[in-house]
Every structure is written in C-alpha cells, then in structure tokens.
C-alpha cells in the first residue's frame, strides 16, 4: 500500500512560469512533510518542510501547502528555473506511538520536473 | 568537510554473491538509514539504526543485513537471499527530528 502518492510522473513547464508538484497521504499519523530535489546518480537534497501544525511554509522560490483535511500537499516554485529540472519527491514522517520519531521517513514515487528555456 | 561517503559509486554482482556496500559519516549523526530506489519508485527503507550496535529492519529488509559497531559506519550486505538485488542504493543519516541528509548513492548491478 502506498501510503505517499506522487500521482503525476512528470511536470514540464516553461521557465518564469509557476511549478506546482502535487502529493497526496493516507497515513493520519504523518506529522510532518518533506520535499526533495534528486538528479540522476546522485542523493537527495532536503529542500523544504512543513510541520502538520502549519497549512503554509515559504522559503524564497519555494512553498509547500499542506490541506491536512484533504491529506494533500503541494510545492510550488515561483519562478521556476531550468537549474529547477529534476526529480521531486515528496515524504512523510510518522509520530510513534510514544509520541516520539524514529526519523523514518516515507517517499512518493517522484514527480519528474523539465523546466524549458 | 562534513559528509556522508558511500563506496564504490558502482559496483557489479554475480548471481549468488555476497557483495557489501560502504557507507561511513563523519557528521557525528547517531541515527543511520539504507533506501533502496527503483525506476519510477520512491524510495524504500530496507533497516535503519537509531544508536550503536542497535538496528531496525525497514520495509523491505528481506534479503539484506547491516552491522552498526562504529557510530560513523553503517555498512549493508545484500546476500544471496535478496531476488532482486539490481538497484541505486542510498544512505542517509538523521540531521534532526525530521530531516535526513544523503551520501550520493551506489548503483548495484547483478550480472
């Protein structure tokens, strides 16, 4: 069962316009979310998070939406770059039953994102 | 520079052989984790650490083992039992309460 969802495999936009990356959870225990930037043959790079407790988190070019009542969280990129193209994946974080975290994250399959000149 | 190394960058197999991959940091992180990614997947936990000598399997550890002796050192053998073992392996270590921060990945192949 796929408890984080990346429905879309690849978003191609036009450079200066909007990206937006969708994701979307079943898990109500996730309490906090992230996004990462991949390119081929190389690790994640953290890029922005937000804590169940918000609904909004900016950092420069990028924010990250969270509607907890639709589990559904969204990054947006204003304006995207060609520098922007790569893969995003999007993760959860689960809270255990002691209320604590064993930091383990759960992944989307990625969203595939080509920013053109 | 503080970092996480993993080793080698590629590494091929033969069916039925052993094979382990490095993995060491020197980000004094007590927490430790082995994802696997496939074509079009996210990434999946295979066994994570959260202190010395102690370890969890993830996922989809069947297939895998890991030893955790050294805080820096976190390696994993990808035995025999695993059925599919051809895969981009990456290793992360824990920042904070939420974020990870990740070597650059080793791409196995079985032959």
């Known amino acids: 069962d796929q408890q984080v969802k990346q429905n879309s495999p690849s978003l191609s936009v036009q450079e200066g316009r909007i990206s937006i990356l969708n994701c979307d959870y079943t898990?109500?225990?996730?309490?906090?979310f992230l996004w990462y930037k991949k390119y081929p043959a190389e690790g994640p790079t953290f890029l922005i998070s937000?804590?169940?407790?918000?609904d909004k988190n900016e950092d420069g070019r990028f924010t990250v939406f969270l509607n907890k009542s639709a589990k559904h969280l969204s990054l947006h990129i204003v304006p995207s770059q060609p520098g922007d193209s790569a893969v995003y994946f999007c993760?959860?974080?689960?809270?255990?039953?002691?209320?604590?975290?064993?930091?383990?994250?759960?992944f989307g399959q990625g969203t595939i994102l080509t920013v053109h000149p | 520079d503080g970092g996480i190394t993993q080793s080698p960058k590629y590494l091929f197999r033969k069916e039925g052989q052993n094979v382990t991959l490095s993995c060491e940091q020197n980000l004094n992180h007590d927490a430790m984790y082995w994802y696997r990614q496939d074509p079009g997947q996210g990434l999946r936990l295979i066994y994570y650490?959260?202190?010395?000598?102690?370890?969890q399997k993830g996922d989809i550890a069947e297939g895998y083992s890991v030893s955790r002796e050294k805080k820096e050192s976190f390696p994993l053998t990808v035995t025999s039992a695993q059925k599919n073992p051809t895969a981009f392996y990456l290793c992360?270590?824990?920042?904070?309460?939420?974020?990870?921060?990740f070597g650059p990945g080793t791409r196995l192949t079985v032959l």
């Open positions: 937000i804590s169940s407790i918000k």
């Open positions: 650490s959260q202190i010395v000598n102690d370890f």
């Open positions: 898990n109500s225990m996730f309490d906090y």
């Open positions: 992360a270590s824990r920042l904070s309460r939420t974020e990870q921060f």
């Open positions: 993760a959860a974080s689960e809270i255990n039953a002691g209320g604590t975290s064993y930091g383990k994250l759960t």
